[in-house]
């Protein structure tokens, strides 16, 4: 297929370089400087969608960002699939690979347009949830059918080979939008030496300079572009980004930009180069000169491939050399799309009639139109277009004064492109990310930027200052007043002459009648994506719905990816005249971030993979790994879960290495315990505070377990403090409660007893941690170190500073077995050397290394907790049997106190932890299974508390477990059951939780 | 996303190294053995849910990891004032004063507060 829509001359296209892509299959040519869209036109590619809910065929309509009908699915290979892509934004390469997303069998002949048509009045908004409400079950398969229907594009089923980024930046101003005001913006800023970055979703800098005939000082407008652009480069301040689109507007003037720094020459990015960027800008002012789009007319069939918004086909002609047909009817309300009529004519191709739905229409562009000879059909609109995949002629009809209705005999013409101006909207959809409401405009006929808290000036046509001149004056008083504020002095700019074009008072006008009513008439559509009718907002009106919020989600307007940048003003206009009130009445909805949809990588950036999750090792990991450990995540934690030998199921290494801690020795790896340095004279009170327990009287070289508790009572960590010195101890904490518990120690300490002298250091990546444990753990230990660890010298509850393999060593006495225990502490970097040293002595013992799984196990026997497993928020120190740990004699009200007192603290039917003896010693409960008194009681049976913590224990040959039974205490030797989802009951009696050695014999040898 | 500045650190820095850590001026009550549970249970629960001015108790958990106050209006963002702990707000809702504590309101129930300070009432 030729360029048939090619013309010879003009354009900022380089004719010299042809590029080659793909579309749909299809090897088609265009240039470099056009954009996907304007290479598919430049093709005579017609439809390049079928529609999202009636699947009819579809072509382009706009020329930028707004585009809602060309949404490309864009890559060569299946890892680079980009869905999503505006044909209108996607720069043209050699090689680019793009298709559409709906259609099936293809997009020319879609078989869905068929439900699409017998359907269309069987499918009015709300269609969905109204048909496919019952039964709710089939809902999943009614969904996967309307999914494949509507098809938005496929995310890439590889992983993306690219390299995607993120930039903070710093600035001064902040410009978005390289159109002459955001130029004049970023030239005064320069030139007075602020730091300016100016961003611009567009290949080139110039806005709607580019796509213009207009001239500066009497030259073209590309040449004082060209002028401003290399002035802008000779600053060292000033960061230009094109191909950038700001996507977001956020809070404290931080805004977003998408960088697309190699999709637009390369399906892939060239080795060691960024793909996209995310730039995340803190800026100290903001000039928004966003620009404006222009507003469509809707009519009959205004969806048929053809239909154009008339700036777009201005835009074509003039910045890529394409005229999209032959025969132009022109519908406006407005002087200024005339303009379109005049390129169409000056193009050479045939302006059939410019239709003005004004009486009397005068000002420059229409001398110019009348001085062509083309013909003008004043107060009159075009109600329908004809045509199935192209439009072949129109329908235009007079309408009366307010052009809501049709007065006169229908006269059909001959067309292929309608191209259609209701005027224009500012494109204020930043300054609504900060939540600044719009403000409706009767003299533009739009909505511009409400008021806002922001450090925000705008310029230009988000104004509703639409001329060239006022763009250029409001860039430099917008650059100026942030110069001001930035105690910056204003340089001298002179701006350039601008042409003198006379408008005449535009109309307003956004729906235009048909002969029949508009639930009759031919679908005449506002929001192209989501295939929103006027007739489906006057539907919604007259079903209940007022609020335009409402409207537009009943009705979907708004909600596609394009966000109803061409569709939303018009929606709004007929929701406000089908409820008979003004535009401001009726009110906006609010535009969000992002203002184009942004690709997962440029979020995502760098952070992926590794560098997603940190991962936390011990000094011992490799060890671990060569002895084939399985690993459990604990926070960020790797830790060994257990180590499997041979064939061993991982009950079976479970049961070795719990029988080996019990007959000799294990060894743990203990090291992620949160570990806290706490030292200062007022040390030991504040422990008396944070804890339940008393630590008035802890001797130095002694350790002790503690319950911390929360001001209402409830546990939430525990673990032993030892005292290494009068002012000076070491907390351990949970492995997942760490970070947590060093802040609760900090916001007590800061906030509420400043005066205390106390500080806290996270020491836990300092040392090394091992626990040997088991009957020959001394015995072991004494192989490794000269000093005296009998159990005259260093008692249960003693820590020692020894030397173990060398190496300074801080060994503690303390036991999470209910063995003979001995945690040995070494700086880190020690840590492997005397793991290893521990094994070279251990064979004698059969040193087995046991993981957490085992650790559980060998709790669980002896009744210890595990807070977070065995806790919940929702049980205090007594609920846990472990009064023994709470001392209310202490003279400060320490923390929980008061709140473990409360009414319903006391009550007697609380759920209490207690163990559970399952009557089938083979059964092992479910972790989470739900205890009831009566397993005959009727359905919703009452349900007494859930099994916290079940195992099987290899050393008691039997199943031990603990869970919460209401006023459980008191029920000892009470059965209790635990209804399972397969339908097996299991029974079990409560019983002490402690299962072995209850008088705690094995840990005082 | 907030530009925090820490009255510690001296600089504005991203919200991400912050935390939020609720209402700012809760103190806990000095003898707390001598509240009523439904005094207690002020203190620890009930919090203002003001549209306008707030303020907030924050920690510069990614940085110096002090404690802070900021004064912050909840319906524009903007951060009116930072101050560091023991300090008073000087930028108050309707010259209302900082309510000290809950427990001074005892003859209200949390709902009639809630109720009173959405509307801006004097407390």
Known sequence: ????????????????????????????????????????????????????????????????????????????????????????????????????????????????????????KMMPPGFYYKTFMFPQSLWGTYESYIRKAAGLGRAPQDTDPDIYDKMNQHCDVMIVGAGPAGLVAALTAARAGARVIIADEQNEFGGSLLSSTETLDGKPAAE??????????????????????????????????????????????????????????RAKWVVLATGAHERPLVYGNNDVPGCMVANAVSTYINRYGVAPGIDLVLMTSNDNAYRTALDWHDAGRNVVAVVDSRKNPQGTLVDAARERGISILVGSGVIEAHGSKRVTSVSIAPLNDAGDAVVGAIVKMKADTVATSGGWSPVIHLSCHTGARPVWNDAILGFTPGAT????????????SFTTANALNEGLSAACEALSHLNLTKPDVSLPATQDIEEGEAMALFHIPHTKPTSKAPKQFVDYQNDVTAAGIELACREGFESIEHVKRYTAMGFGTDQGKLGNINGMAIAAKTLNQTIPQTGTTIFRPNYTPVTFGAIVGRDCGALFDPKRYTAMHSWHVEHGAKFEDVGLWKRPWYYPQGQETMQESLNRECLAVRESAGILDASTLGKIDIQGKDAREFLGRVYSNAWAKLAVGKCRYGLMCGEDGMVFDDGVTSCLAENHFLMTTTTGGAAHVLEWLEIYHQTEWPEMEVYFTSVTDHWATMTISGPNSRKLLEKLTDYDVSKDNMAFMDWKPMTVAGVPARVFRISFTGELSFEINVQANYGLHVWKALFEHGKAFNLTPYGTETMHILRAEKGFIIAGQDTDGSVHPFDLGMSWAVSMQKPFSFIGKRGMQREDCVRADRKQLVGLKTIDPN??????????????????MPMVGHVTSSYWSANLNRSVAMGFVKGGLDKMGERVFYPLVDGRVVEAEICSPVFLDPKGERQHV | MFYIYCPHCCEHREEEEFHAAGQAHIPRPLDPDACTDKEWGEYMYFRKNPRGIHHELWVHSAGCRKFFNITRDTQTYEIKEVYKIGEKPSVVANAVEVQNSHTQNSSKTPLENTLESQSGATL
């Open chain 1, 224 to 281: 004082w572009i060209a002028s401003v652009v290399q002035e802008l480069a000779s600053f060292d301040d000033v960061m230009m980004l094109t191909h950038s689109q700001v996507n977001g507007y956020h809070d404290h003037n931080f805004l977003t930009i998408q960088q697309h720094c190699t999709d637009q020459f390369a399906d892939r990015a060239p080795n060691g180069q960024i793909a996209q960027r995310l730039h995340r800008v």
């Open chain 1, 923 to 940: 059964v092992v409960l479910p972790e989470g299974a739900q205890g009831v008194l009566d397993p005959k009681a009727s359905i919703p």
């Open chain 1, 453 to 464: 808290v922001q450090k925000q000036l705008t310029a230009g046509a988000i104004n509703g």
């Open chain 1, 1 to 120: 297929m030729s360029q048939r829509n090619r013309l010879q001359n003009g354009g900022r296209i380089d004719r010299s370089k042809s590029l080659t892509f793909t579309y749909n299959g299809k090897l088609l040519k265009g240039y470099a400087g056009d954009t996907l869209a304007s290479a598919l036109l430049a093709n005579g590619v017609d439809i390049v969608g079928r529609s999202f809910k009636y699947s009819r065929p579809r072509g382009i309509v706009a020329a930028g960002a707004e585009e809602p009908n060309a949404i490309m699915q864009v890559g060569a290979t299946e890892a680079t699939q980009i869905p999503n892509v505006r044909a209108t934004q996607q720069s043209l390469y050699d090689g680019l690979v793009a298709g559409t997303t709906n259609g099936w069998p293809s997009v020319e002949t879609d078989l869905m347009e068929y439900v699409g048509k017998i359907g269309g």
